[in-house]
C-alpha cells in the first residue's frame, strides 16, 4: 500500500519552456501534499506545502510565482516550473501523507534545463 | 524553523560489522523523527521512524535511538550487508510527517566493504 506516483520521471527541456509534473497517490488518499528538490549530492530541501483545495504554504525563499502548485483532488498535486533556467535543473520529488501517516515519496522527476 | 545535523557524511564499514549514524535537531516542538534510505537516483525509502514518547524502536537488524532531552536520534544497523550501501537521511517533524514537511540531514553515504 502507500503507493505514490510521480511523471514524468525525466525532462529535458530549452530554457524558458514551462514544465508539469504530476504526483499522484494511487491507493490512498492525501490530505497532504509535499515537493521537494534535491540537487546532487545534496539533501532534500522542503519546497512547499499543498493541501487539497487551498493555495501551497511555500519554504522561505521559494518564489510562488515560478513554482505553481495545484492540489485539484486529494489524489493529485502538480508542479509547474515556470519559465524554467538552467539553475532550476534538479531532482523534484513530491510526497504524500493522509493526516498523521508516515510520507511516502514518488519515484521523482529529473529535469535539465539545456 | 527546524536545523538537522547528520554525521558521518561518510560511513565505511566492514560487512558484518555495525554502522551508527547520528542526528541532532534544534526544534523542541519536533516530534517524529524518521530515517530513510535512498539509492542513487531512486526515491528516498523509510526504513524505521520514532516519535518523541518512545526512546528506542526496533525493526530486525535497524534500530533509532531517541534523547529528547540532549535532541539527537541515531540509527544503529547491525549484521551489516552490501545492500545495505546506500545515503541514508535523517529527519524531523512537527506532526508525525502528515501535516508538517520534513526538514532533512545532509546525509550520509554508507560503504559496507566486503
Known amino acids: 500500500g502507500a503507493v505514490v506516483s510521480q511523471h514524468p520521471s525525466w525532462v529535458i527541456c530549452k530554457s524558458g519552456t514551462s514544465v508539469k509534473i504530476e504526483c499522484r497517490s494511487l491507493d490512498f488518499q492525501a490530505t497532504t501534499m509535499f515537493w521537494y528538490r534535491q540537487f546532487p549530492k545534496q539533501s532534500l530541501m522542503l519546497m512547499a506545502t499543498s493541501n487539497e483545495g487551498s493555495k501551497a504554504t511555500y519554504e522561505q525563499g521559494v518564489e510562488k510565482d515560478k513554482f505553481l502548485i495545484n492540489h485539484a483532488s486529494l489524489t493529485l498535486s502538480t508542479l509547474t516550473v515556470t519559465s524554467a533556467h538552467p539553475e532550476d535543473s534538479s531532482f523534484y520529488i513530491c510526497?504524500?501523507?493522509?493526516?498523521?501517516?508516515?510520507?511516502?515519496f514518488g519515484d521523482g522527476t529529473r529535469l535539465s534545463i539545456l | 524553523g527546524e536545523n538537522v545535523e547528520q554525521h558521518p557524511s561518510t560511513l565505511s564499514v566492514q560487512e558484518g560489522d555495525s554502522a551508527v549514524i547520528k542526528c541532532t535537531y534544534s526544534d523542541s516542538a519536533s516530534n517524529y523523527f524518521p530515517w530513510y534510505k535512498q539509492e542513487l537516483g531512486k526515491r528516498p525509502q523509510l526504513i524505521i521512524d520514532?516519535?518523541?514518547?518512545?526512546g528506542e524502536k526496533k525493526d530486525q537488524r535497524i534500530a533509532v535511538t531517541l534523547n529528547k532531552t540532549a535532541k539527537h536520534f541515531s540509527l544503529h544497523i547491525t549484521e551489516t550487508q552490501p545492500e545495505d550501501s546506500a545515503v541514508y537521511f535523517c529527519a524531523a517533524s512537527k506532526s508525525g510527517g502528515g501535516a508538517d514537511g520534513l526538514t532533512f540531514g545532509k546525509g550520509t553515504h554508507l560503504i559496507i566493504q566486503p
Open positions: 510526497s504524500a501523507s493522509d493526516n498523521n501517516q508516515p510520507q511516502h
Open positions: 520514532i516519535r518523541s514518547n518512545v
